[in-house]
């Protein structure tokens, strides 16, 4: 059996003008989020990753960069 994982890189921007208040805010989720890449790996059933690939938007929702990772 094979398990699929997606990890997300988002920039976020948020308020604050200490460390801990933008922490708080971001943690709300209200900020405005900017996806800056995608990476897919596929384990298989011994915990074994399989398959990575990594794809980098350009901002808009484009790819400018896909990386095949083994």
Same mark, same amino acid.
Do not use: C, Q
């Given at each position: 059996?094979?398990? %699929?994982?997606?990890?997300?890189? #988002?920039?976020?921007?948020?308020?604050?003008?200490?460390?801990? +208040?933008?922490?708080?805010?971001? !943690?709300? !989720? %209200?900020? !405005?989020? %900017? #996806?800056?890449?995608? %990476?897919?790996? $596929?384990?298989? +059933?011994?915990?074994? #990753?399989?398959? !990575?690939?990594? $794809?980098?938007?350009?901002? $808009?929702?484009?790819?400018?960069?896909?990386?095949?990772?083994?």
């Amino acid at each position: 059996m094979y398990k %699929t994982y997606i990890k997300r890189i #988002i920039e976020v921007e948020v308020d604050g003008s200490t460390p801990e +208040e933008k922490l708080e805010n971001a !943690k709300k !989720k %209200t900020a !405005k989020e %900017t #996806i800056i890449s995608d %990476t897919f790996l $596929v384990e298989d +059933e011994k915990e074994i #990753i399989i398959a !990575k690939e990594k $794809v980098i938007y350009d901002g $808009v929702g484009k790819v400018i960069r896909f990386e095949n990772v083994y």
